[in-house]
């Protein structure tokens, strides 16, 4: 069956949502949001039933998005990544990204920026792999590496430059050391990493940060006249806290300032229209 890329006009840009994978947390899920009362679960689960399985467990979608304009196409996250991916030891890999860009009809290779909104490991997956992990025309990921031999890791967009919050690198031994080698080594080495500090005009869109999960988190803010959409990043994570904007969920970094963060941008005046593009909840695209 055909993967689904749903889509979003905002003016004469496109936002694509890029399915990579779903499955449940890994913890219960009223541990993630230890303040939430009785009466917000069932409000939250009314709003987005789906997030929920047969065992009461939260089910995440984990997906990236695709910004396609006039002047080329921007990645917003890159999922979690093949099966030797970061993510590996708790999240469903490998991921369908690559099917994913087939479908809404990208190559890899046009991809001329990738915004990564933050260092967790299902958000950063598929930016830079090794060969092996890389599907070949047939849809399959090539051979291992020969016995003893160091799998050399590249952008897996092998044109665009990598964006992130230079607060997010300057935390990146606190948030996960493995991603030196694993993700910013590669990039810097080619030349393809670009730090960032605060809000950034991109070529479609900008870049705004949100702190507060981590660090250097950032979203993306498009903008035509009063439509807005926000691709969130995990500024938020489940529909509590797109309900319960003040709900803080127990693996942000700094509560408070996430707080802060999410009201600021989901505060939008009532002449204004916005979207909210999610990677975790099981609608992409909503309207708030």
């Keep these: ?13 496109e936002i694509i949502a890029l399915a990579d994978g779903e499955g449940p947390f890994f913890a219960p899920r009223a541990e993630a949001f230890p303040g939430a009362t009785a009466a917000q679960w069932a ?12 065992e009461g467990r ?12 006039d002047q080329g196409v921007t990645v917003v996250d890159a999922g979690i990544g093949p099966a030797d991916s970061p993510a590996a030891s708790w ?20 991809v001329d920026t990738v915004v990564l909104t933050h260092l967790h490991t299902d958000h950063v997956g598929w930016a830079v792999v090794t060969e092996a992990a890389v599907p070949s025309a047939g849809g399959t990921a090539g051979g291992a590496p020969p016995p003893g031999s160091a799998a050399a890791r590249r952008p897996y967009f092998p044109n665009a430059e990598y964006l992130l919050q230079r ?9 996960n050391p493995q991603l030196r080698e694993a993700l910013t080594d590669p990039l810097a080495a080619a030349g393809r990493l670009r730090l960032l500090d605060g809000d950034t005009p991109l ?27 926000l691709i969130t990043g995990d500024l938020l994570v489940h529909a509590l806290q797109l309900l319960h904007p003040e709900l803080a ?19 939008r005046g009532t002449a204004t229209t916005l979207h909210v593009a999610t990677p975790h909840l099981t609608e992409p695209f909503l309207p708030v």
């Design 167 to 175: 607060a997010e690198f300057d935390a990146i031994d606190a948030l």
């Design 58 to 69: 939260w089910r995440l979608r984990f997906r990236a998005f695709a910004i396609r304009g």
């Design 43 to 54: 409000e939250a689960d009314r709003y987005d039933p789906d997030a929920v399985d047969a």
């Design 203 to 229: 070529r479609a869109g900008r870049a705004v940060a949100t702190p507060g999960h981590t660090p250097g988190h950032q979203s993306v803010l498009v903008a035509d006249g009063p439509e807005l959409a």
């Design 1 to 13: 069956m055909p993967l689904s890329v749903p889509r979003l006009r905002i003016g004469s840009t």
């Design 249 to 267: 969920y127990a693996h942000e970094i700094d509560p408070e300032t996430a707080r802060s963060s999410r009201e600021r941008m989901l505060s």
């Design 91 to 110: 999240a469903p890999v490998p991921g369908v990204l690559p099917e994913s860009l087939a479908a809404a009809g990208i190559d890899p290779a046009e």
